[in-house]
């Protein structure tokens, strides 16, 4: 997204405080109530105060010596909710749908930032439909053969043996094929 230090400083201080937290997530979701909004602090506490800063940084960033677009040339569903004030329409047409040709966007009216919690039925209606619509004549494979099969191993026949899976909620990333499986 490249915004400006002053803006993502903020960010990168949430980590291990729920008052900011809990002020960051009332802003970019409005319709949050309380128990999500406390549910959503005690996961978030989870996330190591460094982790928060590096994730911070690579959204804002990128990864360095990533491509301007994405080796990955498959469908991509990108969704936002329309009241979330940091991934605005803006920064997915500028900066997120660029880096993948099949990318198509869904938005969920009056959804937040964490539409996961708040809207889960509209975003698994959006889901669905994206999957239903993707192109039934062609056979699904490697991870996506896995997930129809329900299956680790297929699942994982896909990926580098030197995999990495990083994410917020991950204490520290996971590495190689068999942990990522």
Known sequence: TRLPEEAVEPFRALGGNAEAQRAVR???????????????????????????????DIWNNGVEEAPEQSAYLGPVLIVRGDSDGFVTEEVVAGAIAPRFPAARQATVPGGGHWLHVEYPHALARAVLGFLQNLNAGDAASGWRSGFSEHSENTFAQGFAEDVVLEASILARPIAGRALVA
């Open 26 to 56: 009332t802003q970019l979701s409005p319709a949050l109530d309380k128990e999500a909004l406390d549910e959503l602090g005690r996961s978030g506490l989870l996330v190591a105060p460094p982790v928060v800063a590096r994730y911070v």
